[in-house]
């Protein structure tokens, strides 16, 4: 029996008793195991396992009978802009929670790009009391590697950290001065603290607006070279090499760039990479009519450059899949191609695109929630991301082979700029459980 044709699951109503996953289709990514079995949930943590069978449940107990469907961890997202503070008819937390737990994200990573930026603890403080009084799922701010995103002065790392900050970046801006870098990852490395840095030489991108190349040249558009990407990720490697901090690189697009982060992984470096699902599953030419919802920041590269970024990840070298969710509303898109802002919308839309990878065999369904959940838990030092006892009950209960067309209006982030909008998409998310609580069904429509 396909999967779409199988009934929708029974949905405990609160998670106060035990709850029992039971009739589901596994995928743990740490075993690399998939197939039939249960799970017992107690107090928002997985307490037992059982592959084949049910584990015994204690009394009162509810059960949820998962259909047949796969039980999946939830997604970890490392890198999603929201609007709050500063930009909320854009995004707030609220909204992207609610989007998030439609898409099987139930954590997920802000970025500091907001109004005032994330650059000192009172505003972390204010986010992470914002984000426990208003989202229905795990979020977590980073901070401003420098102060005002300026590139010139670091923040205070350590009082970032200590007010919760779970890892640091610029967002979408570069750090364009080697010292700074530098001197940020020394005070990361003696606070085991996480830089993720956008790769981007904004004197090399210029006035470029897409991937350099023929198809910029007989669209009459700016390009912007590999090479603006590949200088930056070079020069942190070396200086990684030098202060041996920790470097996550947070969005590479190109095959050079996989090969500079397989050298530094060779050398033994501290370093890991993340790639967003519009440079695995898009190029270029999705740019096409000059369609603004494709115009992102990296840019849709070239179709060689897109296939070897998933042989990378096929072949375990990149870490993390994130969704670069970064909504944008009518007024900086419905604009000429060269005068739009860069972004896209995807925090619920990260899992059905990634499937597509799945559906034509480029990657297990084990591996691809490696990379959508455990790696980046993992990376994060966050108690979650595995079907496995003792791992936060943070779980998906998603139908692999449903096939629908994106209709951007159905969307619950405030923005609606989707690249995959009219696309024809196969995997649907049922249902959402954040510490064993259902905070997302299929049927029910949340308003932001």
Sequence with gaps: ???????????????????????????????????????LVQDGVIAA?????????PDGAELVDCAGLVLAPGLVDMRAFVGEPGAEHRETLKSASHAAAAGGVTTLVSMPDTNPVVDDPAIVDFLLRRARDTAIINIHPAAAITKGLAGREMTELGLLREAGAIAFTDGARGVASAAVMRRALTYA????????????????VGSGVMNEGELASRLGLGGIPREAETLILERDLRLVRLTG??????????????????????????????????????????????????????????????????????????????????????????????????????????????????????????ALFSVLSMRPADILGLPTGRIAPGSAADLILVDVERPYILDKRNLRSRSKNSPFDEARLEGKVVATYVAGRCVYREDDRVSA
Aim: glycine share 8%; proline share 7%.
């Design 49 to 57: 396992v059982e592959w084949g069978a049910a584990p015994s449940a």
């Design 245 to 366: 901090g920790r470097y996550h690189a947070a969005t590479i697009s190109c095959a050079d760039s996989v090969e500079l982060i397989r050298r530094a992984k060779e050398a033994g470096l501290r370093v890991t990479c993340g790639v967003s699902v519009n440079n695995l599953t898009l190029n270029e030419n999705d740019v096409g009519g000059y369609r603004t919802f494709c115009k992102l920041s990296p840019p849709l590269r070239h179709e060689d450059d897109r296939q070897a970024v998933i042989r990378a990840l096929s072949d375990g070298l990149i870490d993390v899949v994130v969704s670069d969710h970064n909504p944008q509303d009518v007024e900086t898109k419905r604009l000429p191609f060269a005068e739009a802002a860069d972004g896209a919308v995807g925090l619920e839309t990260l899992l059905s695109a990634s499937l597509r990878l799945h559906h034509e065999g480029a990657i297990g369904l084990p």
């Design 1 to 39: 029996m396909k999967l779409q044709a199988a009934r929708q699951p029974d949905l405990p109503s609160s998670p106060a008793n035990p709850v029992v996953f039971a009739n589901a289709r596994l995928v743990d990514p740490q075993s690399g195991r998939e197939g039939p079995g249960a799970v």
């Design 189 to 204: 490395r003696d606070l085991d603290a996480l830089l993720m840095p956008h790769l981007e030489d904004e004197s090399l």
